[in-house]
Structures are given as C-alpha cells and as structure tokens.
C-alpha cells in the first residue's frame, strides 16, 4: 500500500540554523501539504502546494518557511532561521479529499 | 471565525460499551468534514470524509454522521484497539485547500 515517508524522524537543531524537512508523497498525487502539531495541541495547517506552486497558506507560514519540489519525487518545509517555539511535530501528507499523512519529523530547537 | 470543537476531551469505555464522539463546527460553508484517528506519535489516519446534512459513512465499528451543525462518530462494541485520539477537520467553501483540525477526543477502551 503507497505511504508518505518523511525524513529524518528526529532533528535537533540550535535556535538560527536553518532545516530542511523532506517528504516523499504518493507518487499519483497532485495535492501536498504541511502541518504541524506543538505537543498536547492540535494540528495546524501550515501550506498547501498544488501545480508547483503554493494553493495556500496560513498565517502561521510566514517568511521564515519555504516549500519546495526539487524533483518529482520530494517536497521540502524549510525553515529559514529556527526558533524555538518552531519546536513540533511536523506532518506532510498528499491527496485531496482523502488526506494521507506520513509518520512526522520531531523538530526540537534548542 | 471557523471553528471545530470536539467533545469530550477524553472518553474511557469498557470493551463492548457502544458511544459517541461529537463534533461541533461553525463554518461560513462547508466543503467537507473528516473525521481522522492518530495514535501516539504518529501521524493522522484518514477515516471519512462527509460531504452533506444527512450523509452517513461506516467502516468497521465505526459510523460517522453529519448534521448542518455537528458530526457524530459512533463507535459500536469497542476492542482495545480502537483505543486512539479521533480527529475531526472541517474544509470551508471559500479555502482552496486548508482544514482545520480541532483538539480531538481521546478514547480509551478498557478489556
């Protein structure tokens, strides 16, 4: 059965270092999208990425973060200068109106 | 402003023990309304997806249903491994793409 994988599990970073989240969404997909989820609270919508270009955003994807399609395969969240309150859960998933989400990356900040 | 509210906020149920699960949304016009499960440190599971006033959806133990105000996500005759945080997001007419998440119940079934 296709999944989303996401890479790395885990990312330690220090507070002004740029990351790069990656992504490998079902391959027949044309929707992707970002959220993620601070500990003990919801998921939050970060961007949405249709047709090699940004469909939306919210409020929460300012300057700081960026998305990409290198390849055919890959999307990326970047995030440009890291803060620590970017510390969470960071979900991609692919689809429309049936929405699959891969296994998350845990970004802490320090 | 949209909104999604859950209800309760945790639900512990013995195994066999049938209930319900609420969803509250406000919403200036709804495209969908899906209902995920997440397990611990995971990332959300796709349940249903529930388009219309009136419109029901089943999977398994599982029956979700849809009012102009408010889904219910039954669960009938429980196992353990039904055990998990149940999600409900809303999709607003006027956004291309974005969903809104509310904070979920969590449910534990008890053997």
């Known amino acids: 059965e296709p999944e989303v994988t996401q890479t790395p599990s885990h990312q330690v970073t220090q507070m002004g270092q740029e990351v790069i989240l990656r992504c490998v969404p079902i391959?027949?997909?044309?929707?992707f999208y970002w959220y993620r989820q601070i500990l003990g609270q919801k998921v939050e919508f970060l961007v949405s990425?249709?047709?090699?270009?940004?469909?939306?955003k919210s409020e929460i994807f300012d300057d700081q973060f960026s998305v990409e399609r290198p390849d055919g395969s890959n999307f990326t969240l970047k995030i440009r200068s890291t803060k620590l309150e970017d510390s969470a859960m960071y979900f991609c998933?692919?689809?429309?109106?049936?929405?699959?989400f891969g296994p998350g990356t845990r970004l802490t900040v320090t | 402003e949209d909104q999604v509210t859950q209800s309760p906020e945790a639900l512990r149920l013995q195994e066999g023990e049938s209930s319900s699960l609420n969803c509250s949304y406000t919403?200036?016009?709804?495209?969908?309304l899906f209902w995920y499960r997440q397990d611990p440190g995971k990332g959300p599971e796709f349940l249903f997806t529930?388009?219309?006033a009136g419109e029901e959806k089943e999977k398994e133990r599982l029956k979700a249903t849809l009012t102009k105000k408010e889904s219910f996500l039954h669960i009938t005759a429980p196992k353990p491994e039904d055990s998990a945080t149940y999600l409900c997001?809303?999709?607003?007419?006027?956004?291309?793409?974005?969903?809104?998440f509310g904070s979920g119940t969590r449910l534990s079934i008890r053997p």
């Open positions: 529930l388009y219309s």
């Open positions: 391959s027949n997909h044309l929707y």
């Open positions: 919403v200036s016009g709804l495209r969908g």
């Open positions: 998933a692919s689809g429309y109106d049936e929405q699959y």
């Open positions: 990425f249709y047709n090699n270009e940004i469909s939306e």
């Open positions: 997001a809303v999709q607003a007419t006027s956004s291309a793409s974005k969903i809104i």
